[in-house]
Structure formats: structure tokens, C-alpha cells
């Protein structure tokens, strides 16, 4: 009889994680967009938003290239630069506008695609 194989440790959160959840945070602030907005975006709850924004959970490579996706932002934008920090420009009204569009639209077809996915009408 062969012993069991144990299970493998869960990845702990990393100072990499918290650094990359802020700057996250920092990202949908300055879209003025609300940790419920973008976890909807996502199909994930605010809850969810809000730990991988804390650092309290690891975000993958996928989740992160939707969130940039979303952010209008580079994947690279969310990892640390060789020098200072750089702040992002404020948008325009006109651009934070087309931003909370493509927010909303992106809200609208998960939605629809949930709803299709039960056989209900959206």
C-alpha cells in the first residue's frame, strides 16, 4: 500500500501582491469606477476586488491581463518600474466617459451571457 501524497501548500501572498493590488486600487480610482463596478466586470464579487486590491489574494496572470483590459492600462503598468513611480495623467471627462462605457458595456454582456446561460431573457 503506497502512502498518500500530501497536498501542496497554498502560495502565500507575497509584498509583490500587495504592491500590485495597490496599484490596482490606484488604477480604478483614477477610472472612478467602484470595487463592485469592476467586479462585476469580471464576474467576481466586490469582496473579491477588494483582496486582491489588500494583497490578501494572489491575482493570475488571466484575472490580471482582464483587469488592465478594463483599467485601460498595460498588464506592466500593475509591476514594479526600475525607478520612480510613475502617476498616470488624469483623464479627461471625455475619457473617463468612453471608460465608464466600456465598464458598463462589459457589465451589460456578462450579464447577458448569465442570463443566456440559465435560458432567460436579458
Same mark, same amino acid.
Do not use: C, H, W
Given at each position: ?66 483587469? !488592465? @483590459? ?43 451571457? @448569465? !442570463? ?7
Amino acid at each position: 500500500m503506497s502512502a498518500a501524497v500530501p497536498a501542496p501548500a497554498p502560495k502565500r501572498t507575497t509584498d509583490r501582491d500587495i504592491r500590485i493590488g495597490a496599484r490596482i486600487r490606484a488604477r480604478r480610482e483614477l477610472m472612478r469606477l467602484s470595487q463592485t463596478d469592476l467586479g462585476n466586470a469580471l464576474g467576481v464579487s466586490f469582496q473579491q476586488v477588494q483582496k486582491y486590491e489588500l494583497g490578501t489574494n494572489r491575482i493570475g496572470a488571466g484575472r490580471l491581463e482582464e483587469v !488592465a @483590459e478594463l483599467l485601460g492600462a498595460p498588464v506592466a503598468s500593475f509591476y514594479d518600474e526600475p525607478g520612480p513611480v510613475r502617476v498616470p495623467e488624469p483623464l479627461s471627462v471625455a475619457e473617463a466617459r468612453a471608460a465608464q462605457r466600456a465598464a458598463t458595456s462589459a457589465l451589460e454582456e456578462a450579464v447577458r451571457r @448569465e !442570463a443566456a446561460a440559465r435560458g432567460e431573457a436579458a
